[in-house]
């Protein structure tokens, strides 16, 4: 069964460095996603991108962050400048299409900003 | 924007008895409700999930009711088994836009043999 891959599975990093974290999405899928959680908290929602753009985003998902599609296969999301409340789990999930409300969820990359 | 609000927050049942997790949301436009559980550091997986055109939706042990009117809905766990024991995440979409997930804040439940 296809499953929604991330790399790295943890990523440390010092306060103010830029990171990136990459998924590749199930392959036929077409909306891709990014959310995090924090340790011991509920996910919460970062960003939605479909046709090589951003269809919505959070009130979390500022300046610092972008997403982009550089190729056919991976989904990035970057952090410019890290905080250290941005240290939590970064899930990237897809789905097939807009009206098939399923979202399969990658095993996520811990991110640690000292 | 959507609210969803999930009890209790832990739960502990013996091996063969059930669970319930209830969850209440918002907003009267959402329209497909997703069940994740999570393992101790690994993905949600989607379990089960109902659509609003739909009151039950089984599969095998786990069950998912919805009532629109009083915009909550729940999951039971039947015959509860130790490798049940996990979070578990109610969400809920609403049809605008491109399908955020809104999850509740997750119960944890431990089933002891």
């Known amino acids: 069964e296809p499953e929604v891959t991330q790399t790295p599975s943890h990523q440390v990093t010092q306060m103010g460095q830029e990171v990136i974290l990459r998924c590749v999405p199930i392959?036929?899928?077409?909306?891709f996603y990014w959310y995090r959680q924090i340790l011991g908290q509920k996910v919460e929602f970062l960003v939605s991108f479909y046709n090589n753009e951003i269809s919505e985003k959070s009130e979390i998902f500022d300046d610092q962050f972008s997403v982009e599609r550089p190729d056919g296969s991976n989904f990035t999301l970057k952090i410019r400048s890290t905080k250290l409340e941005d240290s939590a789990m970064y899930f990237c999930a897809s789905s097939l299409t807009s009206n098939s409300y399923e979202q399969y969820f990658g095993p996520g990359t811990r991110l640690t900003v000292t | 924007g959507e609210n969803v609000e999930q009890h209790p927050s832990t739960l502990s049942v013996q091996e063969g008895d059930s669970a319930v997790i209830k969850c209440t949301y918002s907003d009267s436009a959402s329209n497909y409700f997703p069940w994740y559980k999570q393992e101790l550091g690994k993905r949600p997986q989607l379990i089960i999930d109902i659509r609003s055109n739909v009151g039950e939706k089984k599969d095998q042990r786990i069950a998912v009711t919805l009532n629109k009117t009083a915009k909550h809905f729940s999951l039971h766990i039947t015959e509860t088994q130790p490798e049940d024991s996990a979070v578990y995440f109610c969400a809920a979409i609403l049809p605008t836009g491109f399908q955020k997930l809104v999850f509740g804040t997750g119960t944890r439940l431990l089933v002891s043999p």
């Open positions: 392959s036929n899928h077409l909306y």
